[in-house]
């Protein structure tokens, strides 16, 4: 059974907090898709502080509990919590490679569709995936009754069922008691493709559960938190320095002050396209303005017949002026190979840097080259 | 004011060549008194009330400047007020016969240098320190007036905040009127603002329990643990508190002061309704409805208290109320505030919604009941001061 989280969700707040079966939480899912995430930058512009904002504000949900709080939030005060302090730029860390330990292509289908609906694993980037997936390290249980985590101990790993079956027990008083019977309650147990603890992966919380090998020779894989949010925060930690790199080298921004850069550096969001497909077309009115982060490219112009005009490489951007005015493309841009851009769009841009008038303004914009103004 | 007052804490005695293991300094008996009538003086201007009556002592760097005169031993700590995962807030009192000693309270926080260590909190506290010293004097921040250190432990002198938390009134009310909400988000605004715009500081950990009420019902916020000075730079250590915690955050992708922004939307929501938006028993599915970022909003709130609350908890910070280009004044603009005079909001010309009930100074009626410290205490060997105490020595 593939169990991903605690069930009875300890609750790392307090002590003597206890738990119930999941998220016992009415869902409504209709009201759901009326909240801020369809909010009102649907690619429209939108102002705020207007008296008049242009689009209305989020619906109320029908759905929501009228008669006070539910029952089961707690109204207890909340403590805070923290993860190991992590700094991208300090020494220590100049030359941190993740672990990396090979896996056979089975395991390693096998740990991706188990750790997939997990929702800290489905967002991340191929690379950042394949590094998380890298690190994750054999642990071998020989026998039926170890303890691999204990309920109220730190926890540090995360963990994956390769071979085995697991009991997960939990005591209502939050940490484990003397004997047999302090485990408290069996609440599930986890076979393979199963995983759990990953709360561990956030920050040292006391573990919510005991968890106990059934069998001898079982198989976990597990994960460190402070290895786990490296791999994050360094490839983060890249994609910004590589994008306000490449924006540097745009002269229609190079007015930008370098926290400005950076702004725009966060706007930026990923493009995929396959080899053919048409990143920006001819005669379109232009919205967004790319950086090419790899692969490479090809511009085509209807006036100037069927072979490429220019070639574009990884660290080359295009469509700049569409930041200024609103004239059509002057150009096609076709994906050659597997390509990956970063775009921002001009409702972007304003919302974070105001008119790119101003910007520009600050530029002597005749310098910007002819053969550049896709 | 005499000039001798201005200078007492304007000068702490630092030794430059301090040696990593503790020793206690020579007491000079005359700065040290120096220093007690600036810290009792404090209180006399504090009443007043006026943001501009700090404004010499901060220029000045007097406000917030460490002393190696004051101990613990000159303080009398009459009532534990809170505790926080490793500090213990007192209700104190310098020692002594007189009236004014008698009659002046502060806020002595205590934090012990074993416990910050096993948390691997140092850099954190460090950051306290020096973000409280930054921001001394702003009238809706709590001021800390000086610090100071001994061999097991660091100490923070603050001003009583008498009201106590507003989470114990949101909690007893259940939930705000939507005056009452906005006042207490307009006053929170202006302390964002300022931390952002001027100081370049992300405060990190907003929520009911760290606002206090002072005497005339304006907001205090306290602790300072996770505040940091940002320096344009995103920085990645995971902090706050889970129901508040930003998506990007929980991604770690990196994050800036805009996660005071989705923050702030957070508490506005919890005040109108009672709860925060994202809550279940297991904190892992409230990181993962964060991320999904879909919020739901009760019938009765308002539409632009719901647009509001919509534009500050946009999963994307690049799209996030308060970090655009218009920064705080976004948000100051939001037709939710439009009933809101912000230059009088400063000034505290008006008191605000609920005034707490007290009677005297050193009233504490409006806090909790703590129990006792907890008698097991592991020590400060001298090999950790060896270690660690150069790590402490801003105090
Ligand atoms: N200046 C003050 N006046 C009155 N009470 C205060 C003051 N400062 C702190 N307190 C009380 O003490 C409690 C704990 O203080 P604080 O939040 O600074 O400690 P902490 O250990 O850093 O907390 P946490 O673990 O939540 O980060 C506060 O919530 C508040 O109730």
Redesign the interface.
């Known amino acids: 059974m593939a169990q991903s989280t605690f069930p009875g969700g300890g609750n790392p707040f307090g002590p003597g907090a206890s738990g119930g079966i999941g998220n016992v939480r009415e869902e409504d899912e209709a009201a759901d898709t009326l909240g801020s995430s369809t909010g009102p930058f649907g690619g429209t512009s939108y102002t705020f502080g207007g008296p008049s904002a242009s689009q209305p504000p989020p619906a109320p949900s029908s759905a929501f509990p009228t008669g006070g709080l539910p029952d089961e939030y707690n109204t207890a005060r909340r403590t805070s919590v923290s993860a190991e302090s992590l700094n991208p730029t300090s020494e220590e860390n100049d030359n941190w490679k993740p672990p990396f330990h090979k896996k056979t292509a089975d395991q390693l289908s096998r740990l991706r569709s188990a750790v997939s609906s997990n929702f800290l694993f489905s967002a991340l980037e191929e690379e950042q995936s394949s590094l998380v997936l890298g690190a994750l390290v054999e642990n071998n249980i020989p026998a039926k009754g170890i303890k691999v985590i204990t309920q109220g101990d730190a926890g540090d790993y995360f963990y994956v069922v390769e071979r085995g079956n697991f009991d997960i027990y939990v005591n209502p008083s939050g940490t484990i008691g003397p004997g047999p019977e302090g485990m408290g309650k069996l609440v599930t147990t986890i076979g393979p493709g199963g995983s759990f603890g990953e709360l561990a992966l956030m920050y040292n919380a006391p573990r919510a559960a005991t968890v106990i090998s059934t069998e001898g020779s079982s198989t976990l894989w597990r994960l460190d938190r402070v290895t786990f949010r490296r791999i994050l925060m360094d490839s983060a930690f890249q994609r910004r320095r590589m994008y306000e790199t490449f924006l540097g080298e745009v002269p229609l921004l190079n007015t930008l002050a370098p926290y400005e850069r950076s702004k725009i550096a966060d706007a930026l969001e990923p493009r995929r396209f396959k080899s053919g497909d048409t990143i920006i077309r001819e005669g379109d009115p232009g919205e967004d303005f790319f950086l090419l982060e790899s692969g490479e490219a090809e511009v085509y112009k209807s006036d100037a017949g069927p072979n490429p005009v220019k070639q574009y490489k990884k660290g080359d951007y295009f469509g700049e002026l569409a930041l200024l005015d609103d004239k059509p493309r002057a150009a096609s841009v076709v994906a050659k190979g597997d390509v990956k851009v970063a775009v921002v769009g001009k409702d972007g841009f304003q919302r974070l840097l105001g008119p790119v008038e101003g910007i520009m303004r600050r530029n002597d914009y005749s310098k910007v080259e002819e053969t550049k103004q896709v | 004011m005499a000039a001798a007052l201005k200078n007492a804490l304007a000068h702490p005695i630092h030794s430059n060549k301090r040696n990593s293991q503790y020793r206690p300094p020579p007491i000079n008996e005359e700065q040290k008194e120096r220093e007690k009538r600036f810290v009792l003086d404090f209180q006399n201007k504090n009443i007043s009330a006026c943001p501009d009556t700090n404004t010499s002592d901060v220029k000045e760097r007097a406000l917030g400047a460490a002393s190696k005169q004051l101990r613990v031993q000159d303080f009398d700590l009459v009532k534990t007020l809170g505790t926080?995962?490793f500090a213990r807030v007192w209700l104190s009192r310098f020692r002594g016969q007189t009236s004014e000693c008698k009659s002046k309270v502060f806020a002595l926080k205590i934090l012990r240098k074993v416990d910050i260590i096993r948390l691997?909190?140092i850099?954190?506290i460090r950051n306290e320190r020096n973000t409280l010293a930054a921001v001394a004097g702003h009238p809706f921040i709590t001021t800390m007036i000086t610090s100071f250190s001994d061999k097991d432990s660091l100490y923070m002198i603050l001003d009583y905040c008498p009201g106590g938390e507003v989470?114990t009134y949101l909690?007893r009310q259940?939930k705000f009127e939507p005056e009452t909400a906005r006042f207490y988000a307009a006053e929170i605004v202006l302390i964002l603002e300022f931390l952002h715009d001027v100081k370049g500081i992300a405060y990190r950990?907003m929520?009911p329990?760290n606002i206090l009420l002072d005497a005339e019902g304006h907001v205090k916020l306290v602790?300072f643990?996770?505040a940091k000075k940002l320096l344009?730079?995103?920085t990645?250590?995971?902090?706050?508190?889970?129901?508040y915690l930003a998506p990007e955050v929980?991604?770690?992708?990196?994050h800036g002061t805009a996660v005071d922004w989705w923050a702030f939307g957070i508490l506005v929501y919890e005040f109108l309704v009672?709860?925060p938006p994202f809550?279940?028993?297991?904190?892992?599915?409230i990181?993962?409805q964060i991320?999904?970022?879909?919020?739901?909003?009760?019938?009765?709130?308002a539409?632009?208290a719901?647009?509001?609350?919509?534009?500050l908890?946009?999963?994307?910070?690049?799209?996030r109320?308060g970090n655009?280009?218009?920064g705080s004044?976004?948000v100051k603009?939001?037709?939710y505030f439009?009933t809101i005079d912000w230059d009088a909001l400063y000034h505290r010309r008006k008191k605000g919604p609920i005034l707490p009930e007290i009677k005297h100074a050193a009233d504490t009626s409006c806090f909790d009941e703590y129990e006792d410290a907890p008698e097991k205490k592991s020590v400060y060997t001298s090999d950790m001061a060896e270690k660690y105490d150069k790590e402490f020595k801003d105090f």
Not at chain 2, 313 to 319: D, F, L, M, T, W
Request: with cysteine; glycine share 12%; aromatic share 8%.
């Open positions: 926080g995962t691997k909190q850099e954190h989470f909690r259940k950990d929520k329990e602790d643990g996770f344009n730079k995103e990645y250590t995971l902090c706050g508190t889970p129901e929980i991604r770690n992708s990196g009672g709860q809550w279940d028993k297991n904190p892992m599915k990181y993962e991320c999904g970022g879909k919020i739901r909003y009760p019938q009765s709130m539409p632009d719901r647009d509001i609350i919509a534009g908890c946009k999963v994307n910070p690049a799209q109320l655009l280009t218009d004044a976004g603009n939001h037709p439009k």
